[in-house]
């Protein structure tokens, strides 16, 4: 028998005591254990449930906290389960190793030590992730095997919800719609039977958080923003359904709770608010939808101190806009500019010393500078960022491989996407519309490839919404309406899309 069928036949019967609980502002699991300490038990609850929503850092000491239990076979399980980061597409193979090494210090060891059934089919599921040297790839089709039949021979939600986070991670961070809906529908069924757990809302919502789905999830994104009130990522997690359907005001809510809790925490911990990153950036984007544009450049203004102060810093040097405050800066720069059309704002004046030392977000810096440039007129200053940014995208590629992005990978493309746009801006600032709408012509197939950006759009101006634009300059109505209507398909209820296609149905273009 192998392994993974046995898994399937020893989660069908179990000695573990059945234990569920609530853990006010997380929610509500049923999970049945074999301890007999009430403190352990507890330590357990609140770490699963921490694990549900993603707060990985909080859920290992939870668990760490359960491990004084030493023959609680589930904590160091939990434990393991948070180096795990499906959705995210990544795993510390070496940190998962070595909390299961803690328990005992081989994958039979471990199994002779778990007298109780269920709990040992749940260990041998995590060896899978971290026992042997196949590529990642191999572990989570191979995992996710195991939690099916694991599902299908077992009553138990928490199978069926970890089934469900192992199909929305089984893709490698590319997104496939139909297996995507499939975790959606196993964990909505989840939450009818359990409206408190967080874990059967959340991935209900990650498997619809698209625009063409979101509208599924919506009960779902409502009932998580109240059942772990307490959790950072699950707040901002709601904004996922609320930014897919245009629904700014909640998008805006989502993320000021988010943040909030976040800073709490940081400021518990005697260190300064985070007025970079993930959240911050959709919350720009959410005030900029609703017009709430004071707002919005004063978050800007406060990423901009925080990349300063830590300038010299590795945090800010990194290339991922959500961990780094350089980068992050850079991106919200270019939000606000392209979304206010405010080229003569200080803003654009805007730089940091540093950026130059990540070369995607020099990129992102010198396209936007370009942009305020062509369209104030400065046609030299223009040009010279373009030639920058057609330098930089020759060295992108390395650039791409140092990040991780996999060859293939449609991300790649989005910097050729961002020469065309500044080409075309440049040559409409010279009059020559016809040249700039073919560049935009180009650039639109690519932007299709880009994956769904699952928040704000990327590019920063969507290539159909550019379009417009550029018709409407030119008095072609009928052709601007549908580049508008085709941007609003990407974009629901985007501001911009929304009033270049009013102006484009009045006919004259102003």
């Known amino acids: 028998m192998s392994r993974i069928v046995w898994l399937a036949a020893m989660l069908v019967f179990s000695t573990s005591f059945v234990w569920s609980t609530t853990i006010p502002g997380l929610g509500t699991a049923t999970f049945p254990t074999s301890t007999h300490s009430a403190t352990a038990a507890r330590d357990f609850a609140r770490g699963l449930l921490l694990l549900h929503v993603f707060e990985y850092t909080d859920a290992a000491k939870s668990f760490v906290a359960a491990e004084k239990d030493p023959g609680f076979a589930l904590a160091y399980w939990g434990e393991a389960m948070t180096f795990n980061h499906p959705v995210w597409d990544e ?32 260990f041998s599921a ?99 923003s109240k059942i772990a ?11 996922h359904i609320f930014l897919a359907l245009g629904m ?35 919350l720009e984007y959410g005030y900029l939808e609703e017009g709430r544009l004071g707002e919005a450049k004063r978050l800007v203004a406060g990423c901009r101190e925080e990349a300063t102060r830590e300038a010299m810093t590795a945090h800010a040097r990194g290339t991922d806009p959500d961990d780094s405050s350089t980068s992050s800066f850079a991106e919200m720069r270019s939000r ?74 449609p991300t790649r493309r989005l910097p050729d996407v961002e020469v065309l746009q500044l080409e075309a801006v440049i040559l409409s600032a010279t009059g020559q519309r016809d040249q700039a709408a073919a560049k935009l012509q180009q650039a639109i197939p690519i932007n299709k490839e880009l994956p769904y950006a699952f928040g704000p759009p990327t590019p920063a101006k969507p290539c159909e919404e550019l379009l417009g634009e550029l018709l409407l300059g030119g008095h072609k109505s009928s052709l601007a309406r549908a580049a508008f209507e085709a941007s609003l398909k990407r974009a629901p209820e985007r501001t911009q899309s929304l009033l270049g296609l009013a102006r484009a149905g009045k006919g004259d273009g102003r």
């Open 248 to 282: 700014w005001g909640d998008v805006v809510r989502a993320n000021l709770a988010a943040t909030s809790l976040m800073n709490q925490r940081r400021i518990a911990a005697g260190k300064p608010p985070i007025r970079c990153g993930h959240y911050n950036y959709w």
């Open 91 to 122: 795993v510390d193979v070496q940190a998962g190793r070595e909390a299961l090494a803690k328990f005992a210090p081989t994958t039979e060891a471990r199994a002779a030590k778990i007298a109780d059934s269920r709990e040992r089919a749940y």
């Open 229 to 239: 009130r307490d959790a950072p990522h699950a707040q901002h997690m709601c904004s």
């Open 336 to 409: 606000y500019l392209v979304d206010t059309g405010h080229w003569r704002d200080e803003v654009a004046r805007w730089r940091l010393d540093g950026t130059d030392e990540v070369l995607i977000s020099q990129m992102t810096d010198e396209f936007t500078t370009g942009l305020a440039a062509a369209k104030t007129g400065d046609l030299t200053r223009a040009r010279t960022a373009l030639g920058e940014v057609r330098r930089l995208l020759s060295q992108a590629p390395l650039a791409f491989n140092r990040a991780g992005i996999p060859q293939g990978d």
């Open 126 to 224: 995590v060896e899978i992730l971290y026992g042997d040297s196949r590529s990642k790839s191999e572990r989570d089709a191979r995992y996710a095997l195991a939690m099916q039949l694991s599902r299908t021979c077992a009553k138990d939600d928490e199978a069926q919800l970890f089934y469900a986070l192992a199909l929305l991670g089984k893709s490698e961070g590319v997104r496939d719609v139909p297996t995507y809906l499939h975790a959606a529908a196993i964990a909505k069924a989840v939450f009818m039977r359990n409206s408190h757990h967080p874990g059967a809302a959340h991935y209900w919502i990650h498997g619809m958080d698209d625009p063409q789905h979101a509208g599924g999830a919506l009960v779902a994104a409502r009932a998580l």
